[in-house]
């Protein structure tokens, strides 16, 4: 076929967005670190040398990434001085934010480290374990969970199922199966304080640092404990799963222990990646980085697994309620979503 020359420049100008974007990662995972998007929130609008003295860096530096960052349209310049905007800040000065984009930047620097392991997978087909990921991608994706556990978790998501928040305002017994560094189960037991949280994960370096994020916080009825989706120990009113379930190597036993672990009448809250059933729906921004992510994480995390199942995450409700089913539940309805996540709620 002859070539079409302006579908190439298009193509070209594609490719360019996403160079610049993935050359932007480590200048963003800079201006957190540092501060610099803190301080120029701060004391902005301000010339470089200005915002440097502010965040006691050199301001040969801070310049060039002033420059760059401004050409990626993450910064505000006018007139010699720079400063961010209120949608600027939302994503990259405001911890608490929904939209707070860090810890997704963060995730990617380890994913790229990460290649060498994930590309020796494709030919042997084995996975890469949790574990055994590079850098701390644990603690990266706990960020990058945040903005949405912190603003929906509470305010949206429980009160979407079916008499769960009286439940627990009452008192109840929960597990958080999958629960990494504990964020969304200390949330939860934040706001319910008569009742009592187990989170449960199969990685003891996350157990670790739930356990210490927990007493930093003073968050006295809740415990972490490692264990595994498919055999942690006691009974429970109500279980959550936090965008895991795709990530097991067997989420059917996984499904079949948490039914036999829930209370008669007991509730199983599943939140996972937003997605459709079919590929044709997911070609898009968020599949673009659910499927990214998906190859790079969450599909060796499962191969390295008994079982293997490999759901990855864009698995699609349909996929994932038939996991649910096998366990034995029968009813699963979607409770809420957010244009990352679903909430599945499963009796």
Not at 310 to 320: D, F, V
């Amino acid at each position: 076929m002859p070539l079409d020359e302006t579908a190439l420049n298009t193509f070209i100008l594609q490719i360019l967005g996403d160079l610049g974007g993935a050359m932007s990662i480590p200048l963003v995972r800079i201006g957190d670190a540092l501060g610099l998007y803190r301080t120029l929130e701060r004391i902005g609008p301000a010339t470089a040398e200005t915002l440097a003295d502010a965040a006691e860096c050199h301001p040969r530096y801070v310049r060039e990434w002033l420059a760059a960052q401004a050409a990626s349209g993450y910064v505000t310049h006018e007139s010699g001085r720079f400063s961010l905007s209120p949608e600027q800040a939302f994503v990259f000065a405001s911890p608490d934010s929904p939209a707070n984009m860090i810890g997704a930047f963060d995730t990617a620097a380890a994913m790229v480290e990460n290649q060498a392991k994930v590309q020796a997978a494709f030919k042997t087909g084995k996975g890469v374990a949790w574990g055994d990921q590079a850098g701390c991608l644990f603690c990266s994706v706990a960020r990058m969970f945040r903005p949405g556990y912190v603003n929906a978790l509470v305010q949206q998501w429980l009160p979407a199922l079916d008499g769960v928040t009286d439940l627990l305002t009452e008192g109840a017994t929960v597990a958080d199966i999958g629960c990494g560094h504990g964020l969304s189960t200390i949330l939860m037991a934040q706001a319910f304080p008569k009742s009592t949280f187990v989170g449960y994960d199969f990685h003891p370096g996350s157990i670790a640092a739930a356990t210490a994020h927990a007493a930093a916080h003073g968050v006295g009825n809740v415990r972490f404990e490692v264990g595994r989706a498919q055999d942690f120990p006691g009974t429970f009113d109500f279980v959550t799963c936090f965008d895991c379930l795709h990530d097991m190597g067997d989420p059917a036993a996984a499904a079949t222990h948490i039914r036999s672990a829930l209370k008669p009448g007991g509730t199983w809250m599943v939140v996972e990646p937003n997605a459709g059933d079919r590929l044709e729906s997911n070609l898009n921004p968020v599949g673009r980085l659910y499927y990214s992510a998906s190859t790079m994480i969450c599909v060796p995390t499962s191969l390295a697994q008994e079982i293997g199942t490999a759901l990855g995450a864009q698995a699609g409700e349909a996929r994932i309620a038939e996991v649910i089913r096998s366990g034995g539940f029968t009813k699963v309805r979607r409770a809420a979503e957010t244009p990352l996540n679903m909430v599945l709620e499963a009796t």
